[in-house]
């Protein structure tokens, strides 16, 4: 048996045969009245699945992120990452994954080939535990169980759409609540709605000078903020993250990080009280753990970037399963018209469950792939 994540024991090792990447885009429902994400207007979700088989019969899945940027990525992997999967040990993921970072490096360190790298990264995972039998939190040292879910929501047309949301997500079982708002009335909208006790997290996507934050902050401060989320712009300058921080607000980021030695940078400085890498942006789950034992070093709290749906979300749900028990779960608060992964994206009575089969424990649905599948298949290869 080959040990996940280290060199292949056989004489023959196992050969990746066929690299694919599967574009879906599902229709989809919000409360908020605004249907776009990234400031692009979105008839539809966007899924970037990829799929990777091997000579001896195991398929493994991945996700990239993600949403507007998916064709780009699906460009990058086709073009680019695909060819050089072909004919390599899927077992060895270490040396694969370096191989393929250090070659690549050139077309960035964030963006579309990082995403279609860090796709590669989860789908290799997904293959090492098959081959183990095992699921992917044992091999973390994980625990079975249910995990809290925080409802994401979308952007809202306005405080009146905010409360209405909040409402929804809290009679739908969530216990948790995020925005991702920039105004004083959305905010002070949102807590009217979910009263005192509920947690309130504010994501603002980077939209303040760090003047504009600290003042931000302040006039936000009435409204017990959980966390305040990327209130910094550029997301990189984490000395600016560390003035707001040190003004008493406290600070989430690290979706936008380019990888750990950027996410050493942010804990050196005091920039963070929470670390959150995106298991589709950062370099897959092999680095999503770096990440979490370096933040484990630093005392920093990690919670998972998560507001996808397809194997990147239930991957995410294996590494919160190896971290502390109140550690929770972003679930983007929308209603897809169907779901690749079937109910394991859906909170029950506001908690995720854990598949519990080898590797990820969940493939995608093929009917579902081929019901909203955008791009006709484009198969490498042996």
Known sequence: MRKAGGPA????????????????????????????????????????????ETDEGVTGWGEAFGHGVSPAT????????????????????DALMHHLQQTLHLFGRGG??????????????????KVAGKPLYQLFGGTARNMPAYASLLRCSGPDAVARSCAEALAQGYRRVKLHEITVEAVKAARDAVG????????????????EALAMAEKLRPFD????????????DHVGLAKVRAAGAVIAAGENAAGLIE????????????????????????????????????GVRVVPHCPYFGPGFIASLH??????ADTP????????????????????NGEMRMPQGPGLGADPDPALIARYRTHQPNVIRA
Do not use: H
């Open 112 to 129: 579309p080939v990082m995403y279609a790298l860090s796709a590669v990264d989860i789908t290799l995972w997904d293959i090492a535990g």
């Open 263 to 298: 996410f050493r940078r942010a804990f050196e400085l005091g920039a963070l009280d929470i670390a959150q890498p995106s298991v589709t942006k950062i370099g897959g789950i092999s680095e999503m753990r770096r990440i979490i034992a370096l933040a484990n070093e630093f």
């Open 329 to 348: 779960v972003e679930r983007l608060f929308i209603d897809l018209e169907a779901s690749p992964m079937g109910d394991w994206v859906d909170p029950k």
């Open 225 to 236: 903020m959980y966390w305040l989320e990327e209130p910094v712009w550029p997301p990189e």
């Open 319 to 324: 590494l919160t399963a190896a971290l502390p």
């Open 74 to 93: 699906k460009t990058a992997f086709d073009t680019l990452v695909a060819p050089m999967l072909i004919g390599r040990d899927p077992s060895d993921i």
């Open 196 to 211: 005192t006790g509920v947690p309130l997290m504010v994501d603002t996507n980077c939209p303040w000078s760090v003047d």
């Open 9 to 52: 024991s056989e004489d023959q090792p196992m050969k990746i045969t066929t690299a694919e990447s599967i574009l879906l885009t599902v229709p989809y429902r919000t409360s908020g009245g605004l249907q776009s994400i990234a400031g692009r207007p979105a008839a539809g979700l966007n899924i970037l699945l990829l799929r990777i």
